[in-house]
């Protein structure tokens, strides 16, 4: 493990080499290099391993290694195309680290970064279809009694990878999971049913197959019960 007094170079170099590299063109620098080579032993280790859950698990444990020269080109870099970082964006999902992968995704959208040749999706597409689902899987998983507050956080984040990719061009599908994921998170929250349903109308709109129909129906009816209430409450007053 690196030690701080070496992430500390690791950051300030990357940040300079990011900053020395035109919009567009690839990014280089002796930081690039070595976080390239590292990448290339770490897709090597991946590529062994057969379990999916392990493979995450086993970026879980390489990811760190990646910190510090993420952090210095996302400080000063003008948007050269870069493979360390767009996969460590892509990593960051896939382990549900959904902050530190819209980190970056803020920066490639406004950069145009392309996602690495491997991988058969633009960049608006994999932030959109990778942050719908790691939350529709996190609220899966989730608790009853701890999903309000994981929900209100699933919603920032969701919120800001919708804003993110509004307007790119992608396939409806996938933006209608996105908004199927903004629709269930913001029911999960509890607070907000129209919103909810206008998320789950949308996703209905772009995919009729998306499956939130009985949902959209069943938030209708606790809507417009909840507003019978307000209006008996508001004529007792």
């Known amino acids: 493990m690196s030690s701080p007094a070496r992430k500390h170079y690791q950051r300030i170099t ?6 020395d590299v035109s919009p567009g063109r690839p990014q280089t620098g002796e930081q690039f290099e070595i976080f390239a080579a ?6 090597r280790t991946l590529k062994d391993i057969k379990s999916i859950e392990a493979k995450v698990e086993k ?11 993420v952090a210095g080109v996302l400080e000063g870099g003008n948007g050269a195309q870069d493979e360390v970082l ?5 990593w960051r999902f896939d382990i549900g680290d959904l902050a530190g992968g819209l980190a970056i995704a803020r920066y490639a959208m406004q950069h145009n970064l392309d996602t690495p040749d ?20 996190s609220l899966e998983a989730t608790e009853e009694a701890d999903l309000p507050e994981i929900a209100a956080q699933l919603v920032m984040h969701l919120a800001e990878a919708e804003a993110l990719v509004r307007d790119a061009d992608m396939h409806d599908q996938i933006r209608a999971k996105l908004h199927k994921a903004l629709g269930y998170a913001y ?6 049913p129209a919103e909810a349903i206008e998320h789950l109308k949308r996703a209905l709109q772009l995919n009729d197959r998306v499956g939130v ?14 507003n019978a209430g307000d209006q008996a ?5």
Do not use: C, H, N
């Open 14 to 19: 990357a940040a300079l080499a990011a900053g």
């Open 38 to 43: 590292a990448l290339w032993e770490a897709r």
């Open 59 to 69: 970026k879980r444990e390489l990811l760190p290694e990646f910190d510090a020269y």
């Open 86 to 90: 767009m996969t460590v964006m892509l």
């Open 118 to 137: 491997r991988f058969e999706r633009d960049t608006a597409s994999i932030v959109a279809e990778q942050v719908a689902d790691e939350a529709l899987a």
């Open 187 to 192: 029911r999960a929250k509890g607070e907000q």
């Open 213 to 226: 129909k009985k949902d959209i129906e069943k938030l209708e009816r606790e809507l417009k019960q909840q």
């Open 233 to 237: 409450t508001d004529t007792k007053a």
